[in-house]
């Protein structure tokens, strides 16, 4: 073999490193193989998210509230459609205790408890001052009822955990939520 020929083989051996893997990644994109079909979240993801202005938040003085008051947080939103009784001031609990066992990320999340009616709790009030409890004028984007919802910084409401949700499910998903954020 002359040498043109030994630099044509390296020339085509470089190409076919190179080339090939990245039109077999091309290939197994576009005709979607081997996209795994689990998932690793335990909340129900809300597609297309909501955004949380529509809602129309009010604060206790009936005056407007934004999310754009809390520097860019996470929040956690607790829908109630009726006044806080038992069932609620536990989920408000359970939520507190969440909070904590973020750890050093608790800093990036608000909570809020949503009523429909505008019942503000004084009791809760005592008992969890940081808790923000807010009354919704329009009850049509939290389209899911009564429950938690994950909201964004950005004012999007992404995920939504029923009534009966798990504590260390709910924790999970916000561990990894602030864990892979850059934002908030």
């Given at each position: 073999?002359?040498?043109k020929?030994?630099?044509?083989?390296?020339?085509?051996?470089?190409?076919?490193?190179?080339?090939?893997?990245?039109?077999?990644?091309?290939?197994?994109?576009?005709?979607?193989?081997?996209?795994?079909?689990?998932?690793?979240?335990?909340?129900?993801?809300?597609?297309?998210?909501?955004?949380?202005?529509?809602?129309?938040?009010?604060?206790?003085?009936?005056?407007?509230?934004?999310?754009?008051?809390?520097?860019?947080?996470?929040?956690?939103?607790y829908?109630?459609?009726?006044?806080?009784?038992?069932?609620?001031?536990?989920?408000?609990?359970?939520?507190?205790q969440?909070?904590?066992?973020?750890?050093?990320?608790?800093?990036?999340?608000?909570?809020?408890?949503?009523?429909?009616?505008?019942?503000?709790?004084?009791?809760?009030?005592?008992?969890?001052?940081?808790?923000?409890?807010?009354?919704?004028?329009?009850?049509?984007?939290?389209?899911?009822?009564?429950?938690?919802?994950?909201?964004?910084?950005?004012?999007?409401?992404?995920?939504?955990?029923?009534?009966?949700?798990?504590?260390?499910?709910?924790?999970?998903?916000?561990?990894?939520?602030l864990?892979?954020?850059?934002?908030g």
């Open positions: 073999m002359t040498t020929t030994n630099n044509r083989w390296t020339l085509y051996a470089v190409f076919g490193v190179t080339v090939v893997p990245l039109m077999f990644a091309m290939l197994m994109y576009f005709n979607l193989w081997g996209v795994p079909e689990g998932r690793t979240n335990s909340g129900e993801l809300l597609l297309p998210p909501n955004d949380l202005i529509q809602a129309q938040l009010v604060d206790q003085d009936s005056m407007p509230w934004s999310q754009a008051d809390l520097d860019k947080r996470w929040l956690v939103v829908l109630t459609q009726k006044e806080c009784d038992q069932s609620c001031q536990e989920a408000t609990h359970l939520l507190r969440i909070h904590t066992a973020v750890g050093k990320e608790a800093h990036r999340i608000t909570r809020i408890l949503v009523s429909s009616q505008g019942d503000f709790n004084e009791q809760l009030q005592l008992d969890y001052p940081a808790l923000v409890q807010l009354q919704s004028l329009s009850l049509e984007t939290f389209e899911k009822g009564e429950g938690i919802y994950i909201v964004d910084p950005l004012g999007n409401m992404m995920m939504y955990f029923g009534t009966g949700f798990v504590g260390k499910k709910l924790l999970k998903d916000l561990k990894k939520l864990r892979t954020s850059n934002i």
